[in-house]
């Protein structure tokens, strides 16, 4: 099992700066990629952003291109979204997920990011 703990979240005015983390604890050995998702009331979680094991690869939904970086920590079991230029629709609960093979399987209790226009 792993536990995902996020913090982070909370409320800004359109155009600023938040920075999410998100602690791993319990089964951590072995290589996982570890990523971001969002889900926005009345609608689907959707993917944010992932970082690979050694952190030299990562990926972001086209909506967050550019705004949002995603980065890991050395010890790899920790793992950050900074979001710039915050926009009113990427107000969502942010939840931090671990895939060690094809799907993500253990997921974060998530935290609330409000962008007011």
């Known amino acids: 099992q792993v536990q995902l703990v996020e913090s982070g979240g909370g409320l800004v005015q359109a155009g600023g700066s938040l920075r999410l983390s998100c602690a791993a604890s319990g089964r951590t050995l072995g290589s996982y990629v570890m990523g971001w998702f969002r889900q926005a009331r009345g609608k689907e979680r959707e993917f944010v952003a992932e970082?690979?094991?050694?952190?030299?690869?990562?990926y972001y939904a086209d909506s967050v291109k550019g705004r949002f970086t995603i980065s890991r920590d050395l010890a790899k079991t920790t793992v950050y979204l900074q979001m710039n230029s915050l926009k009113p629709e990427d107000t969502a609960q942010y939840y931090c997920?671990?895939?060690?093979?094809?799907?993500?399987?253990?997921w974060g209790q998530g935290t609330q990011v409000t962008v007011s226009s």
């Open positions: 997920g671990v895939k060690f093979h094809l799907v993500y399987e253990y």
């Open positions: 970082i690979n094991w050694s952190g030299d690869s990562t």
